[in-house]
């Protein structure tokens, strides 16, 4: 009865939710979506009758699966984007201009200087699990009030939970073993020609030929 009147979420993290939803009396749909802005990114509609628990099953842990990786990179972006105001910190700390940081990037800084990457490194590190450093920081570099208040909710929450639940140094591997990751994924395009009457038309027939299994494939057009 209570999926009648409304869907049933079966799971959530941060934003994302997998949900329940009845489609008719005879089916129900399991889908992945943003509860935020409605964006959704991965469904399945099963009929009652004819799917039994193991059909269900690999689905539903698909989903938990996706919702997973979705969060964590959606973590790793908002923390690289205060990382970055960090960065842009330190180089005016330094009195280094970033054109000229770039130069340098590659060979070593004259050591009297007392500049590496590595103090950049170790600056980020220590000062982001320090929140009101990592406030004023993004209150300084923020480029609107949305973008403030934003990374700011997000790094209060995050900075409590990483001191809860994890080590600088757990950070610190988890961030070099996501690096390793996309520096190792490689990319291909292939052309394809759908027939239909509409662009729309086109984008949806394309989505159900590549089907629920869709990790890394952007459409364009």
Known sequence: MILKDRSICVARLGNLAVSMTRIDDNAFAL??????????????A???????????????????????????????DKRERVWKMYAMDWLENQGISFDDYIDSRMASLPNDEGIHWKSLEEYIASDYLILASTISIIGKYAQSDEEKKELTDFAAKDIVELRQHHSLAAMQEKFAQHDAELNNRKRFAFGVEIEAESRDEAREILKKLIGEKSDGVIIRG
């Open 31 to 44: 889908s992945l979506e943003d509860v935020n802005d409605g964006t959704q990114f991965s469904g399945r």
């Open 46 to 76: 099963f009929n009652i009758m004819r799917s039994k628990e193991e059909d269900i099953i690999p689905i539903v842990e698909e989903l938990f699966r996706k919702m997973q990786a979705i969060y964590d990179q959606e973590v790793f």
